[in-house]
């Protein structure tokens, strides 16, 4: 049970953490990135970057990656894309909606995968399933906006996603420190 608890609580803990940082990357995205091309192509590079090194992060604290197959292949794909965001940056800013466009869709089906595993053992993951499921409808619009006119900054265009991303793990955080809670009785 303590074993339970300790991961509730270090999961808790990475919700909360993905959440502010996804939260600090959409206000850079909509000030700084919006009015500096340069700066949202690096936020667009930063963005995959890290959701790479936490997922590492989270599957090293919960078993190494060979235990967390789905965080095992986030981390390998989110690290493809940011080297590929930076490689399309000097190519085709089409191109960069594709790669972010097919991440999306991977990266929600992970997720998907992977709340669902979490649920048997934690509970409190809908919103983690439904963040995965709507990542996944997100790549698809990334893929069709690829074919309209685009913004000087895409960064901008991403946003929206990394904000309801933020959103979905702070409602996960909050759902896990509510189950506790109540668990734990009346104080």
Same mark, same amino acid.
């Given at each position: 049970m303590a074993d339970d608890t300790n991961g509730a609580d270090a999961l808790k803990r990475y919700y909360f953490l993905r959440a502010f940082v996804s939260a600090v990357w959409v206000a850079a995205a909509f000030t700084v990135g919006a009015a500096n091309p340069l700066v949202g192509g690096a936020l667009l590079v930063l963005y995959p970057a890290w959701d790479a090194f936490a997922n %590492? $992060? *989270?599957? %090293?604290?919960n078993g190494g990656l060979r235990a967390n197959l789905p965080q095992a292949f986030n981390? %390998? /794909? +989110? +690290?493809?894309?940011?080297?590929? /965001?930076?490689?399309a940056l000097n190519l *085709?800013? $089409?191109? /960069?909606? /594709?790669?972010f466009g097919v991440w999306a869709i991977l990266a929600g089906v992970l997720q998907l995968a992977a709340g669902v595993r979490r649920w048997r053992t934690f509970g409190a993951q809908w919103a983690m399933v439904l963040s995965?499921?709507?990542? @996944?409808? @997100?790549?698809?619009?990334?893929? +069709?906006? %690829?074919a309209g006119p685009l913004p000087a900054s895409l960064a901008p265009v991403i946003a929206p996603y990394a904000a309801f991303g933020a959103f979905y793990f702070l409602v996960s955080a909050i759902a896990l420190t509510v189950k506790a809670r109540r668990a734990a009785g009346p104080a």
């Open positions: %590492a $992060r *989270d599957a %090293a604290a981390t %390998a /794909v +989110s +690290s493809l894309v940011a080297a590929g /965001v930076l490689a *085709d800013p $089409r191109l /960069v909606l /594709v790669l995965g499921a709507q990542s @996944a409808l @997100a790549g698809g619009h990334f893929l +069709s906006k %690829a």
